[in-house]
């Protein structure tokens, strides 16, 4: 790169070397164009009229390359499936949701990426829903000219970690709710469970097609969770019953119908009886009370997971601790 003092009739094509101010009496100061900018034949006049004849240029060589399509060629590289970018703005290019979904992101290949001299991206918290159109990252170089080798190096990276950034769609599923509690299911007190149940799954799109209730029986709860799978349900959902108390026989009984448990209890607060596992392929969620009073819960942090078809792993759960003190909590208020 060489920064060299050109006239300005001569400038077209050539990329400015710094911001060019323009001051309007008693209206407004701020840059004409900015730094990197690439002049065109209608910016002669404009610049001349702030009173540059001559002014610095930038002119590449050999293995340079311009921070605009530095910035293209990063979000190229580091955006995935169900993500697009725009045009760099300030040679910062940012990466948007194309439809919506879970955001996934490759949070060992941006560490990679940021501790590259020249390179930068920040993104939105992984495992975000978000919405289509959605802003998910920023990318861009530092410099105004980076060398070839150094966007290369964030291709590489990307390529060999896989998608950096992308978007799960929500796939609909057949939900069964399995409510346990004698105090239900002997109608000593009204089921709040299910509305709350049926409208968390109605923002993904999915069917509560079956509400089984059930006594503090081990033996009934496990046959009210083996009907549901015989039935068809793509995700069983069992409320109540998670605590340590005596009656409370809910886990047991999930387990009993030989589940495999992925884990008991988890770093989420609201939500740490909450239980992750699995029958066959179906995901079974043993959902504590906490589930039925408020807005937010490890309930609603699992199951935007289960609808993107993602297999819910220990480690997913463990790593929520980060994060997982949820705080001004809205209480649930549903019309039953």
Known sequence: MKKETIKTEDSVGQLLAHDITRIVQGDSKGPLFRKGHRIEPEDVDKLLDVGKNNIYILTLEDGDVHEDDAGRRLGAAISGPGTYCKEPKESRVNIFAEYDGLLRINTEAVYKINNLENSLCATIPVNTVVKKDQMLAGTKVVPLVVAESDVADVEEICMKEGPVISVLPFVPKKVACVITGSEVYNHRVNDAFA??????????????????????????????????????AELIVVTGGMSVDPDDLTPGAILATGARLVKQGSPVLPGAMFLVAYLDEIPVLGVPAAGMYFKDTMFDRMLPFVFAGIEIRRSDIVAMGVGGLIMNNERYIVEQ
């Open 195 to 232: 509305p709350v149940i049926r409208s968390k799954i109605d923002a993904y799109g999915s069917e509560l097609f079956d509400i089984a209730y059930a006594p503090d029986d081990s033996e009934m709860i496990t046959s009210a969770i083996l009907k549901a799978r015989d039935n068809g």
